[in-house]
């Protein structure tokens, strides 16, 4: 059965939420939870709901019912987490992630974690403003880490009651911020490779996300023709190896976001030498796939956001009003060369 489309049992999730967001707070100590009527009123839930998931809780341990006195959590001797944070990417209704993706939430979240936030991903399912704020209520979140919000997202955060919100991959005055410089930090590869006397750049990959990288490039005066950059397609791999079959194969070749494994395979297949031919441009997680590598890895530092994230947050929960926008340079390393 879908939970989401049956209301008793998307009642008693609501519920278990609210519950959860009381214990996370109170981890160590027992504190007496509001009565069934006090949680019926603040959700909207029948009181029969509520009694049906308190009961549940009891029964899992997480609460203890003492008669004649009330509900209490179980204390369970962990530090208690200072406020609940949900993640949401993009819009919020994604249905996979790639690796990019994954890396930056689990490095953001591990980082809030270790900041004694309590930390959750949350999902949107509504397609209007009025129904996206609701959700986020019914996260029972105090603070968002909004990932590449879209247009619309600033205005369903400017009144749906959080008490701190920050933006990665986006910058609003309004809200708080951190994002990488990805042209800026091919800006500096591209300075690089013109001085290495290369000027037949090619990239593949991705076409969403690949264009700050492409710009950087460009800026350091790298002449980059749109019939040099493979997006993904049913024909990509063939225009990668008709590229360097030709008269004139790149020198310099940006890997984006995926396709690591099916592009060096290419490259093999067309004799490519990557010591001296051509310079591979691509993320550090080649050198655990393709342990004998040779190019030039980037690395985006996912911590350092997580790092201003919670140092942001921690500051508005305790009423600092002050907005930054944080900007973080990305770094290359050359492997085996």
């Not at 090619?202 to 980059?224: H, P």
């Not at 990557?274 to 004998?292: D, H, K, Y």
Request: charged share 25%.
């Amino acid at each position: 059965m879908n939970v989401n489309s049956d209301p008793a049992l998307r009642g008693r999730k609501l519920v278990r939420h609210y519950i959860y967001s009381i214990v996370l707070k109170n981890e160590g100590r027992a504190v007496c939870i509001p009565s069934s009527r006090e949680i019926s009123a603040e959700l909207g839930v029948a009181r029969s709901t509520v009694r049906l998931e308190v009961d549940q809780l009891v029964l899992d341990g997480i609460l203890q019912a003492r008669h004649g006195v009330g509900t209490f959590s179980v204390p369970r001797g962990f530090t208690p987490v200072s406020a609940q944070v949900g993640i949401i990417v993009g819009g919020g209704d994604n249905f996979n992630f790639t690796d990019y993706s994954w890396t930056l939430q689990s490095a953001v979240g591990n980082r809030l974690v270790r900041s004694r936030f309590s930390v959750k991903p949350v999902f949107l399912y509504s397609a209007e403003a009025e129904g996206v704020k609701k959700e986020l209520r019914n996260q029972f979140i105090d603070c968002l880490v909004w990932i590449k919000p879209p247009p619309w997202g600033p205005a369903v955060l400017r009144d749906c009651g959080l008490k701190g919100v920050f933006l990665i991959e986006s910058r609003l005055e309004e809200f708080n911020s951190a994002s990488i410089d990805y042209a800026g930090t091919c800006l500096r590869v591209g300075r690089e490779l013109l001085a290495e006397g290369r000027r037949r750049f090619a990239a593949v990959g991705r076409e969403r996300g690949m264009g700050e990288y492409l710009t950087g490039f460009r800026r350091a005066g790298l002449e980059i023709g749109e019939d040099r950059i493979i997006t993904e397609g049913p024909e990509m791999f063939n225009r990668l190896r008709q590229m360097f079959r030709s008269g004139g194969p790149p020198d310099s070749l940006l890997i984006h976001t995926g396709f690591r494994a099916e592009v060096l395979e290419v490259l093999r297949e067309c004799g490519v030498d990557l010591f001296s031919r051509c310079r591979v441009i691509t993320s550090e997680w080649v050198t655990e796939e393709f342990p004998g590598f040779s190019g030039w890895c980037y690395h985006w530092n996912f911590d350092q956001l997580g790092k201003f994230a919670a140092r942001s947050l921690s500051r508005q929960l305790e009423g600092d009003e002050t907005i930054e926008h944080e900007i973080i340079q990305g770094e290359f390393h050359k492997v085996n060369l």
